[in-house]
């Protein structure tokens, strides 16, 4: 079974446990633009990422929107089973950046799991640490470095995982991964084209001086 | 033994876990304002606070602090042990608010005592999972709060937590635990002293009317 070589901690689990897993888990299909999980109201469950891309984001009570992390292939999303972690307390939406295809655990199986096998809760705290290590590294982003900065680095990050310096992208769409009004990017990004760091055009940005870029971030 | 009732899943590990526990744990007094864990470097151990309070924090390049949690009476410290959790990417520094009593764990026996341990592993998940639901409260206040409204909840807050209203802090450490410069908490008490919400002297900051403040927030 394919399944068993995307589970991270397979072999450690017992053969009970394995068996729990595998009469439970189900696959499903999740097409760009969906969401799968909107706050405390969701608990799809665990689910483990076969391709595909998450992204996790909060939204204030006015609409806007910021980025927390993103879960690529082979990746387990924890917070779609947030209502079995009574310690979490925060709403989070969960959509599908590209075609998804995903394992699902029921949130009771993921649960009991969780109680029982050492090696499964030690390995849901790598994932608990290295998220809360990506919100340390957003608070030190938007508390200290500048808008600037900021935005060159998302068009990187972009570029480097679209694999294309022509990036198909709203300005408004960036404003929502960064947590930034619409007319803040468009006066940043027309800065950057009036310095030859990228060229603009309707519904894409691409990044014409990528060495500038970095050198911004870096200065 | 008075440690034991401390320790949050005592009951729940082996007599040889509890053994190990015991013979390695030691006691330690910290007075108020010693760092006890500073970025990567450190690595005391697993702390558990008999009395006290310790504040986290991080810091810019140029020394601007913001703090992100606290920990009081009963509450475990992790970080301090952070060397051995790989997926912790950054750097935090702890100190003691107030002369603090701590037990603390040798970092390898709470790694293997965490290893071995499901009700460990899972207790240290919530740990993380409460850090990382004030972090995401953090970034929420610091993205869509203004400061106003900011200074107002750190100004209740410290009210109930020192039992006082008239609070000896200065203007410098209300911008390091808010991450923000000195002359603006200055400029923003002024402007509440002259609406009568706070009365200001050298080293005090007095809430006099924390109706007002509350109120402030809810706005």
Redesign the interface.
């Known amino acids: 079974m394919e399944f068993e070589s995307y589970f991270p901690v397979w072999n450690q689990l017992t053969t009970e446990q394995q068996k729990l897993i595998s009469d439970t888990v189900t696959f499903r299909t999740i097409p760009k633009g969906h969401i799968v999980h909107n706050g405390s109201m969701d608990c799809a469950g665990l689910m483990l990422l076969r391709t595909g891309q998450l992204r996790a984001y909060?939204m204030?009570?006015?609409g806007?929107e910021?980025t927390?992390y993103r879960l690529f292939d082979m990746d387990m999303c924890l917070f779609t089973a947030s209502c079995m972690?009574?310690?979490?307390?925060?709403d989070?939406t969960i959509e599908a950046e590209k075609d998804t295809e995903v394992w699902v655990i029921p949130p009771d199986v993921f649960k009991k799991i969780?109680?029982?096998?050492?090696p499964?809760?030690?390995y849901?705290?790598?994932?608990?640490?290295?998220?809360?290590?990506e919100?340390?590294?957003?608070?030190?982003q938007?508390?200290?470095k500048s808008f600037d900065k900021r935005l060159a680095g998302f068009l990187l990050d972009e570029t480097a995982l679209e694999g294309t310096n022509k990036l198909k992208i709203t300005h408004e769409i960036i404003g929502n991964h960064l947590?930034t009004a619409r007319e803040v990017v468009t006066r940043m990004l027309r800065y950057f084209q009036s310095e030859g760091i990228v060229k603009l055009t309707r519904g894409t940005v691409e990044v014409v001086d990528a060495p500038k870029l970095k050198k911004l971030i870096e200065k």
């Open positions: 909060i204030s009570d006015e806007r910021i927390i972690m009574r310690s979490v307390q925060f989070i969780a109680d029982e096998s050492a499964m809760a030690n849901m705290n790598e994932i608990m640490a290295s998220h809360f290590s919100v340390m590294w957003l608070v030190e938007i508390m200290w947590g």
